[in-house]
């Protein structure tokens, strides 16, 4: 068995396997161990899950923390570990969500569209039309904010998810001696097999059918990989936590990407586009470079902010 710095690769698969069924088995816990009444609505049952899954994550983190071998108490070296960091904020933020915003061209474009449509029927009613758009625009940020659904995808499931499912599971399988390609197609592994609780949910949703279930569940789990894998690779490039976290607010917010429409070619066309382009800025924009200062002197103590 390999092993660098004292963490095994079986200890580092083991830890990973073990905190994935952590952050879905605690979501259970007080209906199932705990035997807690059901909550009286939707907001409360969601703030129950919102607590579930801030103690899982604080419950990884300190896992992770007593099996890596970190030598350092300065604050910055111990946060940065999990790519948790205050310095080049903007970078992780403007430059991941850029090359993200790539793969959402026709979706994009689509989005846009639209709403020069709707702008020209408001604006074919005279200025009654355009006054009751934008109220209603203002209407509907209300609405998000208030809605303990779009926190449980916007900020929620993007933070525990990433914490989990990145921050401690990356540094551990890097620590373990695994190779960041490896990490790369490892690591989504554990983020998918998390997202099976929702079995049930689908296969009441589809009238109990089962091959209309297997196929929900398979582009589940195929996109859940795909994603995984790239903010899986957006850490390990970067370095820095908000990288993979805005992409995953970014992804959540805009769904599957459209890949063409029936009104419309130039949608094709911008998706086409966009993944081109975003295949050709994929190294470029997230060099280490560009979101760490002095790689020769590298904090990252499992060297991922060097790799190239």
């Given amino acids: 068995m390999e092993e660098e710095d004292g963490v095994t690769k079986l200890a580092a698969v083991t830890a990973c396997a073990a905190m994935a069924l952590l952050y ?19 907001k409360a049952f969601m703030i129950r899950r919102f607590v579930c899954a801030a103690i899982s994550s604080i419950l990884s983190l300190l896992v992770s923390a007593l ?4 030598r350092s108490s300065e604050a910055s070296i111990l946060f940065g570990v999990y790519g948790i960091r205050a310095d080049h904020i903007w970078q992780a933020v403007v430059f991941p969500l850029s090359l993200t915003s790539l793969m959402y061209a026709g979706s994009l474009v689509l989005k846009t569209l639209l709403l020069v449509d709707s702008r020209r029927e408001n604006a074919n009613r005279g200025g009654e039309g355009i006054s009751l ?12 904010a208030s809605n303990v659904l779009a926190w449980r995808s916007y900020v929620v499931a993007p933070l525990t998810e990433e914490l989990v499912f990145r921050a401690c599971m990356i540094p551990l399988l890097l620590c373990g001696g695994f190779k960041p390609y490896t990490v790369i197609r ?3 592994i554990f983020f998918s097999l998390a997202h099976l609780n929702h079995l049930m949910e689908f296969y009441s949703k589809k009238n109990y059918s089962l091959i209309k279930t297997s196929l929900a569940v398979g582009l589940q789990l195929g996109y859940t990989v795909i994603f995984g894998s790239y903010a899986s690779f957006l850490l390990i490039r970067t370095g820095h936590l908000l990288a993979p976290l805005v992409a995953h607010t970014f992804c959540n917010f805009m769904g599957l990407p459209v890949l063409f429409s029936r009104r419309n070619g130039i949608v094709s066309v911008a998706f086409l586009a966009g993944m081109v382009g975003f295949l050709w800025l994929l190294f470029p924009m997230t060099h280490p470079d560009l979101y760490n200062d ?4 590298c904090k990252c103590w499992h060297g991922y ?3 190239d």
Avoid: E
């Fill in 294 to 297: 002095g790689l020769n002197n």
């Fill in 186 to 188: 490892l690591c989504p």
């Fill in 305 to 307: 902010c060097s790799w």
């Fill in 133 to 144: 758009q934008n109220q209603n625009f203002l209407a509907s940020i209300v609405s998000v």
């Fill in 24 to 42: 879905v088995a605690i979501l259970y816990a007080p209906n199932l161990i705990l035997r807690l009444p059901p909550p009286p609505s939707v």
């Fill in 67 to 70: 099996i890596l071998p970190i």
